[in-house]
Antibody, heavy 121, light 109 residues
Framework: EVQLVESGGGLVKPGGSLRLSCAAS????????MNWVRQAPGKGLEWVSSISSSSSYIYYADSVKGRFTISRDNAKNSLYLQMNSLRAEDTAVYYC??????????????WGQGTLVTVSS | SYVLTQPPSVSVAPGQTARITCGGNNIGSKSVHWYQQKPGQAPVLVVY???DRPSGIPERFSGSNSGNTATLTISRVEAGDEADYYCQVWDSSSDHQAVFGGGTKLTVL
């Protein structure tokens, strides 16, 4: 069974940093691209970032480019999102989602339950 | 950047057919994926690559995509189908990015 479990969310002050983690199990993690998607309270889904299976291709939404860094450790079956210079508008539930096999572009077929990030003074 | 447009809400009586549209420039040339999200839960993939269903998704869920509009069709709607539905594509035209529609709230009357 595919499982994705996010952690690392919490309350942080504007300008602060936070590192999210996503622990994957039930599939060959190193073969799949991975994604972060967020959802602000009461709002729709917003794609944040994608990383290919071997980390060769990395993409970011314009809203986080230069502030967030996606990475993965295939030996640990883990995905990360380093978030710096956080703003109030980054407040959201952050979901980890599995992408396609090998390629980055495509569907997000499994999602974690999400971790809440609140940016507030 | 690429924009996907969905109606904010769709209402349908139980047993009827719900159609949720997703508009985008020449969206027929892209693969469209649909997600269902119930309150307090993570999204669930219900249709991928325009019209394919993941295992475990009822046949009542189907999709189509042509021209400038993709459509998610839910036949014989049940109370349990009430949820938010999002369409999604991958845009490789400029910056590579996943794009979500704004979401449609399906209300079962």
């Amino acid at each position: 069974e595919v499982q994705l479990v996010e952690s690392g969310g919490g309350l942080v002050k504007p300008g602060g940093s936070l590192r999210l983690s996503c622990a994957a199990s039930g599939f060959t993690f190193s073969s799949y691209s991975m994604n972060w998607v967020r959802q602000a309270p009461g709002k729709g889904l917003e794609w944040v970032s994608s990383i290919s299976s071997s980390s060769s291709y990395i993409y970011y939404a314009d809203s986080v480019k230069g502030r967030f860094t996606i990475s993965r450790d295939n030996a640990k079956n883990s995905l990360y999102l380093q978030m710096n210079s956080l703003r109030a508008e980054d407040t959201a539930v952050y979901y980890c989602a599995r992408g396609p096999l090998i390629a980055v572009a495509g569907t997000l077929d499994y999602w974690g339950q999400g971790t809440l990030v609140t940016v507030s003074s | 950047s690429y924009v996907l447009t969905q109606p904010p809400s769709v209402s349908v009586a139980p047993g009827q057919t719900a159609r949720i549209t997703c508009g985008g420039n020449n969206i027929g040339s892209k693969s469209v994926h649909w997600y269902q999200q119930k309150p307090g839960q993570a999204p669930v993939l219900v249709v991928y690559d325009d019209s394919d269903r993941p295992s475990g998704i009822p046949e009542r869920f189907s999709g189509s995509n042509s021209g400038n509009t993709a459509t998610l069709t839910i036949s014989r709607v049940e109370a349990g189908d009430e949820a938010d539905y999002y369409c999604q594509v991958w845009d490789s035209s400029s910056d590579h990015q996943a794009v979500f529609g704004g979401g449609t709230k399906l209300t079962v009357l």
